[in-house]
């Protein structure tokens, strides 16, 4: 299954572009991270960063994504950044990276790939 990922407060474009980075160092999710870019607006000349695709499976890959993504949001300067994660029926969760813990992040990631719901005390903040 494909999960979007995509990232909203502190520097958006900025923190997608260091996502990108950082999962796409992650050996074992090699070749399953991509870029969904949205169309250029009046005046643009190119497309923003918008959405990250990765490819996930109920094996280990949805494990190295929620231990990967804990990391980064640990990083300085990105308690600020709130993750929105959807999946393609459209339902989504959106985590704060100063109110969830890698075992609520695993949690939500496999509730959201398994297509059950995903509001749940886990998710601090749901749409």
């Given at each position: 299954m494909d999960l979007?990922?995509?990232?909203?407060g502190g520097?958006?474009?900025?923190?997608?572009e260091?996502?990108?980075?950082?999962?796409?160092?992650e050996p074992?999710l090699?070749?399953?991270v991509?870029?969904?870019?949205a169309?250029?607006?009046p005046g643009?000349?190119?497309t923003?960063?918008?959405?990250?695709?990765?490819?996930?499976g109920?094996?280990g890959?949805?494990?190295v994504?929620?231990?990967?993504?804990?990391?980064?949001?640990?990083?300085?300067?990105r308690?600020?950044?709130r993750?929105?994660i959807?999946?393609?029926?459209g339902e989504s969760?959106?985590?704060?990276a100063?109110?969830?813990?890698a075992?609520?992040l695993?949690?939500?990631?496999?509730?959201?790939?398994?297509h059950?719901?995903?509001a749940?005390?886990?998710?601090p903040e749901?749409e």
């Open positions: 979007q990922l995509s990232v909203a520097q958006p474009a900025a923190d997608a260091s996502l990108i980075d950082w999962l796409r160092g074992e090699t070749g399953a991509g870029l969904i870019g169309a250029p607006g643009e000349l190119g923003a960063l918008d959405v990250l695709t990765v490819a996930v109920a094996g890959g949805l494990s994504l929620a231990a990967s993504l804990r990391t980064w949001f640990a990083h300085p300067r308690s600020d950044v993750l929105k959807r999946r393609p029926d969760v959106e985590l704060d100063k109110r969830v813990s075992a609520e695993e949690a939500v990631l496999r509730r959201v790939l398994e059950g719901p995903v749940d005390s886990a998710a749901q």
